[in-house]
């Protein structure tokens, strides 16, 4: 995956968590785990870090809260209003290409 796609991809599975009944943050593993076939195939830990850092730093993603993975707490992330418009677009063009992130 290119690392646009990967972005894109966090950007839709983000808005489906948030739009799921509980409207959980994610945290990355939860995020490679969503961005993983059942094969296993997907990007790295690293790759999905990267772009998550990606577009923290461009304002579309915050860090909502730490959850304890294993024995360490990993930041949560969620959209933020900048980054709902941007993930619903994702969302569209993974339809119209019949690309199933989720």
Same mark, same amino acid.
């Given at each position: 995956?290119?690392?646009? %796609?990967?972005?894109?991809?966090?950007?839709?599975?983000?808005?489906?968590? /948030? /739009? !799921?009944? %509980?409207?959980?943050?994610?945290?990355?593993?939860?995020?490679?785990?969503?961005?993983?076939? #059942?094969?296993?195939?997907?990007?790295?830990?690293?790759?999905?870090? @990267?772009?998550? @850092?990606?577009?923290?730093?461009? !304002?579309?993603? =915050?860090?909502?809260?730490?959850?304890?993975?294993?024995?360490?707490?990993?930041?949560? =992330? /969620?959209?933020?209003?900048?980054?709902?418009?941007? #993930?619903?677009?994702? @969302?569209?063009?993974?339809?119209?290409?019949?690309?199933? =992130? %989720?």
């Amino acid at each position: 995956m290119k690392p646009i %796609d990967i972005e894109n991809a966090i950007l839709v599975a983000l808005r489906r968590a /948030q /739009q !799921g009944g %509980d409207s959980q943050p994610l945290t990355i593993p939860a995020l490679v785990k969503r961005l993983s076939t #059942a094969k296993g195939e997907g990007p790295s830990w690293r790759q999905v870090a @990267n772009a998550v @850092n990606r577009l923290e730093r461009q !304002g579309l993603i =915050y860090i909502k809260a730490e959850e304890e993975v294993g024995e360490v707490m990993q930041p949560a =992330y /969620q959209l933020t209003p900048a980054g709902e418009p941007l #993930a619903a677009q994702a @969302n569209l063009a993974a339809q119209s290409r019949e690309v199933v =992130y %989720d």
